[in-house]
């Protein structure tokens, strides 16, 4: 399965490419953030996927939505957005997997990020700008809206209920679940499957480790 973020990146970059990077890893009043996900660890346990699975949740971590900050250090909450979902990972090594995706997405950018090459641009004109973006043909959005949020601009952007399915072969190699779709890049993510319960971490990014805790999860239960 695609990460929902890589939806984001064709039709908002440019966008965001208008804000001036903050920069660093500090809050707008000079503190240090911390790093790190905002989902509990799991452990990649491996174990046999085979089985057909319905999702009962999905833990999504902030950082998977990087293109929605673009350097300028936002505050990025998508505790609306609601993953569904259903694989089915057959004794043959080929898999089905439908993945249903939608809500908001709300970001809060600085007031520091809020210039166009040095040239101060309001939060009602991001607002505008981002409205645009949403009213495109090839937009995921259904709307974005922006707003004072004290010196701050908070955007929500409402991600349109979008289905996909994919259909391919798996393996697996200890704990790390490989994954080839027709039409898309070969996937590896962490897993777990342990009795009636199977955890399938979002894919990794090419060249990082996939054998560490999970951090961000969709979590299924056994038909």
Not at 8 to 18: M, R
Not at 81 to 96: I, L, Q, W, Y
Not at 157 to 176: A, H, L, N
Request: negative net charge; hydrophobic residues 35%; charged residues 20%.
């Amino acid at each position: 399965m695609k990460s929902a973020s890589g939806v984001f990146s064709a039709v908002i970059v440019t966008t965001l490419l208008t804000l001036s990077a903050c920069g660093g890893s500090v809050d707008v009043e000079g503190n240090s953030k911390e790093e790190g996900p905002s989902c509990g660890l799991v452990a990649a346990c491996g174990g046999d996927p085979t089985g057909t699975w319905t999702m009962d949740e999905a833990c999504l971590d902030p950082s998977m939505f990087e293109d929605l900050d673009e350097g300028c250090d936002a505050e990025i909450d998508v505790s609306g957005m609601v993953v569904s979902g259903r694989a089915e990972f057959r004794a043959d090594n080929t898999h089905v997997t439908t993945i249903t995706q939608q809500g908001p997405i709300k970001a809060v950018y600085p007031a520091a990020c809020l210039a166009a090459e040095d040239i101060p641009i309001t939060c009602a004109q991001l607002s505008v700008k981002m409205q645009r973006v949403a009213a495109g043909k090839e937009s995921p959005f259904t709307s974005a809206e922006c707003a004072h949020a004290g010196a701050d601009c908070a955007c929500t952007f409402v991600f349109g209920r979008d289905t996909t399915t994919s259909m391919g072969t798996w393996s697996v190699s200890g704990s790390i679940l490989a994954i080839e779709s027709e039409g898309e890049e070969p996937e590896e993510s962490p897993f777990c499957a342990q009795g009636s319960s199977l955890t399938r971490g979002f894919p990794v990014s090419a060249g990082a480790d996939a054998s560490g805790p999970i951090q961000h999860y969709m979590r299924f239960t056994k038909e």
